[in-house]
């Protein structure tokens, strides 16, 4: 849709998925077309791990919550916590991963998003303390823009023994 708005000569468009994803502006005096920055609503609950709600730590019992942290001990390799995110991811766009890493023993650490059903967006491969910041830009067509498929996943390549905190998406 758009929105034109005559007292500042101006038309405004809104480009979106399953929410409003970016506004553009064409500005009729100067000929431009320039995006308007909007805030993206945060996808994740209990980031900080506070309680062991809304993580699904079922197929992997080395994962536990405990003391505000995401706690992983001796997790073998593929051993996923997940989280649905409860809203369609859209296709084509960028999202900004950030957690914490700390404790760190041994491991690599692979986060990302995941539909469960054999599409995967993973970015980084983690393996020492630190806060980590990585853009995940989802190229994958289908099932993303199902809600019932869209999670945040993080798993170990290999044996891993770290605590995860401080999510944000």
Do not use: C, M
Request: aromatic share 10%; net charge negative; glycine share 8%.
């Amino acid at each position: 849709g758009s929105i034109v708005d005559k007292e500042n000569d101006k038309i405004y468009w809104l480009i979106s998925g399953t929410t409003i994803d970016a506004i553009a502006e064409y500005d009729f005096a100067t000929g431009e077309i320039l995006p308007v920055l909007i805030d993206n609503p945060e996808l994740i609950t209990n980031s900080g791990f506070s309680t062991d709600t809304d993580w699904n730590t079922s197929n992997a019992t080395q994962w536990s919550i405990s003391g505000g942290v995401l706690v992983g001990t001796a997790v073998s390799a593929y051993q996923n916590i997940l989280q649905n995110l409860g809203q369609a991811v859209n296709i084509g766009r960028t999202y900004t991963l950030k957690y914490t890493v700390s404790d760190y023993l041994s491991g690599n650490l692979l986060t990302g998003l995941t539909s469960r059903t054999g599409h995967y967006e993973h970015n980084n491969t983690v393996s020492a303390n630190g806060t980590y910041t990585e853009e995940v830009i989802v190229s994958s067509t289908s099932p993303f823009t199902n809600a019932s498929y869209s999670y945040l996943e993080f798993f170990p390549s290999s044996t891993a023994t770290l605590n995860v905190d401080n999510v944000s998406l």
